[in-house]
């Protein structure tokens, strides 16, 4: 899982409520990105960011919204506007130079209980 | 944006058998990756090729590319239990600077 963490690993959330996914990185990138998987998917991509305080919204960013205030910190709000929320959420930091590839964080599992 | 096409969507073989993983898409790539996961994890990177490149090789790992026929394949040799995970093909489109992952296949090696 490289220098990307996530947190907290398990997430429950009461219909109605927003609430905050945590991720830092320290490999010094420039760019990161939120994104869902669903079980047995493959990932879509919510929103990505490619340098401070700058951000696009991704294939499926209704719902969702993010900050970027820091270089190292990429957090995702999961707002009571997302009416379908449970998923497994990952977030990703590099692919902004060569060799191109990102590392991934660990992962938050959210349930809508 | 599309997701690409795995296939097959599940695998099992017996260790020390070779894998083969394919990937189809529609658009114009500048680059092609493959990741892994294991269950319940983040995807860890495994070997990324260029547009301009047919084939590249990692370890146990040998990836193809044809953008003539908008396919990639990653074959896996000599398979081990470890290898157990799923596997995503992932483009990087012209002119998009996101990654657009495909649907995976999932890898299940027999000891």
């Known amino acids: 899982d490289g220098g990307i963490t996530q947190s907290p690993k398990y997430l429950f959330r009461k219909e109605g409520q927003n609430v905050t996914l945590s991720c830092e990185q320290n490999?010094?990138?420039?760019?990161m990105y939120w994104y869902r998987q669903d079980p047995g998917q493959g990932l879509r991509l919510i929103y990505y960011?490619?340098?401070?305080?700058?951000?696009q919204k991704g294939d499926i960013a209704e719902g969702y919204s993010v900050s970027r205030e820091k270089k190292e910190s990429f957090p995702l709000t999961v707002t009571s506007a997302q009416k379908n929320p449970t998923a497994f959420y990952l977030c990703?930091?590099?692919?902004?130079?060569?060799?191109?590839?990102?590392?991934f964080g660990p992962g938050t599992r959210l349930t809508v209980l | 944006s599309q997701q690409g096409e795995e296939d097959p969507q599940a695998l099992s073989i017996q260790e020390g058998e070779n894998a083969t993983m394919n990937c189809s898409y529609k658009?114009?790539?500048?680059?092609l990756q493959w990741y892994r996961q294991n269950s319940g994890r983040g995807l860890v990177h495994l070997i990324l090729?260029?547009?301009?490149?047919r084939e590249k090789h990692s370890g146990r790992l040998r990836v193809t590319l044809d953008t003539s026929k908008k396919s990639s394949s990653l074959l896996i040799t000599a398979s081990r239990a470890a290898d157990t995970a799923s596997y995503f093909c992932?483009?990087?489109?012209?002119?998009?600077?996101?990654?657009?992952f495909g649907s995976g296949t999932r890898l299940q090696v027999q000891p």
């Open positions: 090729i260029r547009s301009n490149e």
């Open positions: 490999l010094n990138h420039d760019a």
């Open positions: 990703a930091a590099g692919g902004d130079s060569s060799p191109d590839e990102q590392f």
């Open positions: 960011s490619q340098i401070v305080n700058d951000f």
């Open positions: 992932a483009r990087k489109d012209t002119g998009r600077r996101a990654l657009t």
């Open positions: 658009t114009s790539i500048n680059n």
